[in-house]
C-alpha cells in the first residue's frame, strides 16, 4: 500500500475506504460549508517563492530549536481527537513516530489513552487542553498532566462551544458515538477497521474512554445514554489564562490565536509560544486563513515563538510559513490518515515524504539553513510587479528587437 503513496495528499483515499463514515467525517469535516478549510489550502497559492541560484546548496539541514530541544525537522504532529478510534493505540502511535523522527507530536486532550502512557512512551511529546472555566478544575488538571512529565502544555482556546455538528451529523457521527444500525453496518462493512483496530482495542484494553479531558476519567466513546462534559469552557478568558501561567512551571503555548491584538495579550500574560490557527477549518467557518494573518502577529510579539497550523500540505507550503516568521508548523489530518492506513510505518513514511520534500525545494530555492529564509524568499501575488503580468507581450517585444539590452534592462 505505500509503494503507491507519494505526498501527504496521497494518504487520504484510502483512509476514507478503511474507515467507517462516521470516523472518517470526524477527520475530514470542516464547519459548515467548509469555506474555512478550502481557503486555508488556497492561501499558500497567494504566496509564491523567489528562488535564488548559484547559491551553493550541499550542505543542508532542516534542524530547528524550539525551547531548548532541537528538532531534526521544522513540523510537527498537530493533536487530532479520538486518534485511538482509527488506528490502533493511535495517540502512542503518532507520538512514538515523531519521537523516532525527532520532531514535536501534540496530544490531544480528547484521546483515549491516558496521557501518562504517552509521556512514558514518548517523553518529549506535548500536551493539548481544553480547559474548563473553574479554578479548581483547571488546578486538578494541570497537576495530572505535570504529574505525567509534560514540559510543553498547549491551551486550545478557539472552541468555547462545541462547533456545528451538521456535518458529523450527516455521515452518523456524535460524540459519544450513540448505538444505531447504521453504526453497526458501518462497522461491518469496514472489517479491516472493525477487527484490526476497534476489536483488538476492545480485546486488549476495554472499551476506549476519553482519558484527559478533565482531570478524572471522562465518558465512553460507545453509549447511548452517557454525555460528554463540555461545561463551563465558555466560562474560560484571560483570566484563566494568568492563572495557568502561574501555575505552569513548564512551556506554556497558546493555540487558536488570528489576531495580533489577541498574540499581544498573550505575551503579556507571559505566553512562551503561539499557534496561529483556525482549528483547520473546523471551528467558525469564514475565518481568516492563519497563513494571511501570520506576518502581523510575528511582527506584534517578535519575542514569542511563534508557529502555525491549518492547510499544511507540501515542503513548499512549510517553507513558505517559515520565510512569513514561522518556526514551526504543524499538520494533523495527514499523519492521522497515514496512521489509519499504514499503522506505525505509515506516519514514518509520512514524514519522511515531507521531509525530502523540504530537503528538495531549500535546494531549488537557494538555501543550506532554515535560518536563510526571510520575507526576501516569498512574495504575496498582489506585489508581483505589473510587467511579470505580461510574458507574452515581453517575449514579442524581445523577438522584434533581437540584441536590444535596454529592452530587457527595461522589463527588470
Not at 472489517?191 to 474512554?209: D, E, I
Request: with cysteine.
Amino acid at each position: 500500500m505505500l509503494k503507491h503513496i507519494y505526498s501527504l495528499n496521497d494518504f487520504e483515499r484510502p483512509a476514507r475506504k478503511k474507515l467507517p463514515r462516521q470516523l472518517f467525517s470526524y477527520i475530514y469535516n470542516g464547519a459548515d460549508d467548509e469555506v474555512s478549510m478550502t481557503r486555508n489550502r488556497a492561501a499558500f497559492n497567494e504566496y509564491v517563492l523567489m528562488p535564488r541560484m548559484l547559491a551553493g546548496v550541499s550542505q543542508r539541514t532542516q534542524k530547528i530549536e524550539l525551547f531548548g530541544h532541537t528538532y531534526d525537522s521544522p513540523f510537527g504532529i498537530s493533536p487530532v481527537g479520538l486518534s485511538a478510534m482509527w488506528a490502533y493505540r493511535g495517540d502512542v502511535l503518532l507520538a512514538d513516530a515523531a519521537s523516532r523522527a525527532n520532531i514535536p507530536a501534540i496530544m490531544s486532550g480528547a484521546s483515549l489513552i491516558p496521557m501518562e502512557a504517552v509521556a512514558l512512551a514518548a517523553p518529549r511529546t506535548w500536551f493539548q487542553a481544553y480547559m474548563p472555566g473553574d479554578a479548581a478544575r483547571v488546578d486538578a488538571l494541570l497537576t495530572r498532566i505535570s504529574t505525567a512529565g509534560f514540559k510543553t502544555l498547549v491551551l486550545t482556546v478557539d472552541l468555547p462551544v462545541t462547533v456545528n455538528p451538521e456535518n458529523y451529523q450527516r455521515n452518523g457521527f456524535s460524540s459519544p458515538l450513540r448505538p444505531s444500525a447504521r453504526l453497526a453496518w458501518d462497522g461491518i462493512s469496514h472489517p479491516r477497521w472493525l477487527l484490526g483496530t476497534f476489536g483488538r482495542t476492545l480485546l486488549r484494553h476495554g472499551m476506549p474512554h476519553f482519558e484527559n479531558w478533565r482531570a478524572e476519567r471522562g465518558a465512553p466513546i460507545l453509549s447511548a445514554k452517557v454525555e460528554r462534559d463540555f461545561q463551563a469552557r465558555d466560562h474560560f478568558d484571560w483570566s484563566h489564562l494568568r492563572q495557568i501561567r502561574e501555575a505552569w512551571k513548564g512551556n506554556l503555548v497558546v493555540k487558536g490565536l488570528l489576531r495580533w491584538q489577541d498574540a499581544l495579550l498573550a505575551r503579556d500574560a507571559g505566553v512562551d509560544g503561539i499557534i496561529v490557527s483556525n482549528h483547520g477549518g473546523r471551528q467558525i467557518d469564514g475565518a481568516v486563513s492563519p497563513l494571511l494573518v501570520l506576518p502581523e502577529i510575528v511582527k506584534a510579539v517578535p519575542d514569542v515563538v511563534v508557529m502555525m497550523d491549518s492547510g499544511v500540505r507540501r515542503g513548499s507550503d512549510v517553507l513558505k510559513a517559515l520565510s512569513l516568521g514561522a518556526k514551526c508548523v504543524f499538520a494533523g489530518r495527514p499523519f492521522n490518515y497515514a496512521a489509519t492506513v499504514g499503522g506505525p510505518g505509515g506516519v514514518d513514511h509520512a514524514i519522511q515524504l515531507l521531509r525530502t520534500e523540504i530537503h528538495r525545494n531549500m535546494a531549488l530555492l537557494g538555501i543550506n539553513r532554515l535560518d536563510e529564509l526571510d520575507h526576501t524568499l516569498v512574495r504575496h501575488v498582489s506585489r508581483l510587479r505589473p510587467e511579470f503580468h505580461q510574458p507574452v507581450s515581453l517575449a514579442a517585444n524581445l523577438l522584434s528587437n533581437p540584441g536590444r539590452d535596454d529592452v530587457i534592462r527595461n522589463a527588470t
